[in-house]
Each structure stands twice: as C-alpha cells, then as structure tokens.
C-alpha cells in the first residue's frame, strides 16, 4: 500500500469535488490492523440504535432492542447519555451520525458505494434490522463482510483531506466548498477513522 499514490489521488478527486486542498497535509499512520468484522458490526448496530431515537424511536423500545442483541455494553458512553436523558441539543448531532452509518454500511459492504458527492440514500432505514417490528440484527449480521483494507484506507485519506478543506473553507469564510454539508464529510471521516485506528468511538481524533 503506497500512501503517497493514496494522498496524490485524494488531492486530486478533492480538486475534482470543489473543496481546496492543502499537499503538506500529513499522511496517515499505516493501520497495524483494522477492527474486525464483528466489532464493526457491533458498533454500527449500536450507533444505530441511538441514530434511530434521535429521529422520534423510543428510547425504552432501542435500550430494550439493544439488550436482546447483547449490544448495551457496545454504547458509547455519548450514546448511553443520550439514551437515558436525550438531551434536546445533541438531537442533531445523532441525526448528523447517519452518515457515519452510511460510511460504516459501506465498510461491511453492506452499502455498495461511498461518494462524497451526494447524501446518503434515502432508503437507507431499509438496510438495517427493523426496530418496529422488534427484527433481530442476525440477517444484517450475516450479510456483512469488511471490504478491502486498501479501499478503506483510500477513503479514509479523502475524508482526512476533504476535511481539511471543509475547515479552510470555515476559517477564511470563504462559501461552502463541494455538493454536501460540512457535517457529511466530519461524520463519514468519524466512521473511517475509528475502523483503522484503536480510539474509542467518543474519542476519534479528527485533528486537520
């Protein structure tokens, strides 16, 4: 995996999506290794849980759906919070995090593509377990398998780079760069980066 040729095709598909660039940015780290399946899989059902109150879901019924997969103790200390007290100002930000979902769907292969040019899907609800109905995780479950390490990691450096121009663009109050809000971006980086490096998900560094 040749990081520079990596960084070299982000520059360029960032130039290519609007947003400016900086060629001093720093490369990422080489993972030692990414989390596996399971754990991946536990995160994003979790964080799903949690996404799904901040659109109106009860918190009782996700707590209670949460419990029957085994996936309470894989809350983040953010999500537990949320869930028990649901603090009216951090609604957007968990609504925000489905784009983290859609970033981690894709690293399970579960989304067929990640473009930084468009929002996620519309029909995305239709992807995972159906919590009305009390649907377990299992069939999601079964149908995930991580993609390629090297496909993670090219995102990854996109997001990181993509990033950077997002706060540039904030700094020197310039117009929005690219086609998507800054928080698509923040979030999908979030995903990205706790899949290949060892933070909590509550302690992602996202540093530009």
Not at 6 to 31: C, F, H, M
Not at 40 to 45: A, I, M, Q, S
Not at 49 to 70: C, D, I, M, R, T
Request: hydrophobic share 40%; proline share 5%; with cysteine.
């Amino acid at each position: 995996m040749n990081l520079q040729e990596i960084r070299k095709e982000s520059l360029r598909r960032a130039t290519e999506l609007g947003y400016p660039v900086n060629e001093k940015l720093p490369l990422l780290d080489q993972p030692e290794r990414l989390r596996g399946k399971d754990e991946v899989v536990d995160r994003t059902l979790a964080l799903f849980g949690a996404v799904a109150h901040s659109y109106g879901f009860p918190a009782q019924a996700v707590k209670s759906w949460l419990q029957s997969e085994n996936l309470t103790e894989s809350l983040s200390p953010s999500e537990k919070n949320f869930l028990d007290s649901s603090p009216k100002n951090q609604q957007a930000t968990f609504q925000g995090y489905v784009e983290a979902l859609w970033a981690l769907a894709w690293v399970l292969e579960i989304n067929p593509s990640l473009d930084f040019e468009a929002l996620c899907s519309n029909d995305f609800i239709h992807l995972f377990p159906n919590l009305k109905t009390g649907e377990s995780g299992k069939a999601f479950r079964d149908r995930a398998a991580l993609i390629a390490q090297d496909k993670i990691i090219e995102k990854a450096d996109l997001a990181y780079c993509l990033h950077w121009g997002v706060i540039h663009t904030k700094v020197s109050g310039e117009q929005d760069s690219g086609e998507v809000p800054p928080y698509v971006i923040v979030n999908r980086r979030k995903a990205l980066d706790w899949v290949i490096g060892d933070d909590a998900w509550d302690e992602v560094p996202l540093d530009t």
